[in-house]
């Protein structure tokens, strides 16, 4: 990350929050979303998608950027987090599609903030830790292959940005749950930096790692996700590449706040610099 400070890292831990609150409730399955606070400094409530593979920073750049526009934020990756979740516990076999889909479509999955933290719910219980060991990552993958489980989280995800002032993140937003976002961002960084950024996290979490399995673990994530037969992780044609390897958090995102700010205004032709 070249200058940055180890505050200004691009760690999942450096803030996954967002300032705001309130919230609406579904009792059915389905999702919960706090409201959208008013739009900020004169910017639209624009789609924003952000896609890109595992420890790209996607997840801190969102939770940033969603503070400073006002916009809510969608972590999609922590939905398919909470199926994989309750697919372990309810001692599903993951291979049976039919029984994931139900299971996925029967959720309710929120999400709630407590001050600079956003807080995973899935049926009224707080998983915002549970959801994200080695394990579930891995099962994770494995049930995000699956056409159910996509179809039921791809609703839910559309229903939960249909009103815009949004940013969601994840690997198939720009290609398939928003198309027609107003701007679409690809983040990437080099697999070494991204390998580090994920070991760094969990080792800050108190898990207990190995730096060459969490290596292997990533890439052979990364290799499933853009390879599977469903909306596999790739970049949309028009989305804008973002290489977070050697840039501070508070760099990316002010040229976002930047290339948000001139899309509400009509400006066209945006490029971001290196
Ligand atoms: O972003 P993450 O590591 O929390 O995502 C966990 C898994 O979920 C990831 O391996 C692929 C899957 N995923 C997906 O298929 N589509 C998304 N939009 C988000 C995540």
């Given at each position: 990350m070249g200058k940055a400070s180890n505050k200004e890292r691009?760690?999942?831990?450096a803030a996954r929050g967002l300032a705001g609150k309130g919230k609406r409730k579904s009792r059915r399955s389905g999702s919960t979303l706090r409201e959208p606070r008013p739009p900020s400094?004169?910017?639209?409530r624009l789609t924003i998608a952000i896609d890109g593979p595992s420890g790209a920073g996607k997840s801190t750049v969102a939770s940033f950027l969603g503070r400073r526009l006002g916009y809510v934020y969608i972590d999609t990756g922590a939905m398919y987090r909470s199926v994989a979740f309750r697919v372990k516990e309810k001692g599903?076999?993951?291979?049976?599609e039919f029984a994931v889909g139900q299971l996925a479509s029967s959720l309710h999955i929120a999400f709630v903030i407590e001050g600079e933290q956003t807080r995973v719910f899935c049926d009224g219980e707080d998983i915002s830790e549970a959801i994200r060991t080695p394990e579930i990552s891995r099962l994770a993958s494995f049930v995000s292959r699956q056409k159910g489980v996509r179809e039921a989280l791809v609703r839910m995800q559309r229903e939960m940005g249909k009103k815009g002032g949004v940013i969601l993140e994840g690997?198939?937003?720009?290609?398939?749950?928003?198309?027609?976002?107003d701007i679409k961002f690809y983040l990437d960084a080099d697999s070494g930096e991204r390998v580090r950024r994920r070991y760094h996290e969990m080792v800050e979490k108190g898990v207990e790692v190995d730096f060459k399995e969490t290596q292997q673990e990533l890439l052979q994530r990364d290799h499933n996700d853009m390879h599977r037969?469903?909306?596999?992780?790739k970049k949309a044609d028009d989305a804008l590449s973002v290489?977070?390897?050697?840039?501070?958090v508070e760099e990316i995102v002010d040229e976002m706040v930047r290339i948000v700010k001139a899309k509400a205004k009509g400006v066209k032709g945006l490029l971001l610099t290196k």
């Open positions: 691009l760690t999942r831990s400094r004169g910017v639209e599903i076999v993951p291979e049976d690997r198939d937003i720009g290609t398939v749950v928003f198309p027609d976002a037969s469903h909306s596999p992780l290489d977070t390897t050697h840039r501070s």
